[in-house]
């Protein structure tokens, strides 16, 4: 099946610094990514949506000079949180849309826990 | 807007009893619905779509749009079942998904 491979799992920074966190589509082309937030014991909250050769498309609220993302490839999505603080420590997760006769919806990347010191 | 509500953030059934996790949607247009899975320490997993009509691990659910509801069902819990169940609905072209806040199901023993 389509698989989602979300790098890394973990990390921990420092304020001030910049995290990059990769998504990768192992088996299948995602012209399209999606990349959420989930705070503790909550939903998804999208944050935005990422078009292959295109600008990503940010929620409301959500500051794109914070969270740069890059979909490069139509393998690749990368969001770097920029100047990280720790109220941007969250569960960061990446999916991609999957389309075919047979099989679509989407999958989801494994997430990446950022903790922000 | 679309939204989808989930209503019951916990849900504690017995094994062997019938399950059924409620959701409702509110879409101007056509929607797609879907049921995730988040098993603990596990990644979102599709469950469910509801263009498929399908049945997967004993789970179902029809979409109800008079009601705007896509309820899932599962006749037996059982304690492999106790997980995270998202509804999620996307818009036309698959552009934007939006997921329900989640309930936890838990099968007692």
């Known amino acids: 099946g389509a698989v989602v491979s979300q790098h890394p799992s973990r990390v921990i920074c420092k304020s001030g610094t910049s995290v990059k966190i990769e998504c990768r589509s192992l088996d299948f082309q995602a012209t399209t990514m999606f990349w959420y937030r989930q705070f503790p014991k909550q939903s998804l909250m999208l944050m935005a949506t990422?078009?292959?050769?295109?600008?990503?498309?940010?929620e409301q609220g959500v500051e794109k000079d914070k969270f740069l993302i890059n979909h490069a490839s139509l393998t690749l999505s990368t969001l770097t949180v920029t100047s990280a603080h720790p109220e941007d420590s969250s569960f960061y997760i990446c999916s991609a849309r999957v389309t075919g006769a047979s099989n679509y919806g989407y999958t989801f990347g494994s997430g990446t826990r950022l903790t922000v010191v | 807007a679309q939204r989808v509500t989930q209503p019951e953030k916990l849900l504690s059934v017995f094994k062997g009893a019938p399950v059924e996790l409620k959701c409702n949607y509110s879409y101007s247009g056509s929607p797609e619905l879907f049921w995730y899975v988040q098993y603990s320490r596990q990644r979102l997993q599709l469950l469910l779509r509801?263009?498929s009509r399908e049945s997967i691990k004993g789970f179902t659910a029809d979409l109800n749009k008079g009601e705007t509801s896509f309820h899932l069902k599962k006749p037996f819990a059982q304690e492999e079942d106790s997980a995270m169940y998202y509804c999620a609905l996307a818009s036309g072209g698959y552009q934007k998904v939006t997921f329900g806040t989640g309930t936890k199901l838990q099968v007692i023993p």
């Open positions: 509801h263009i």
């Open positions: 990422s078009n292959e050769g295109s600008k990503a498309t940010y």
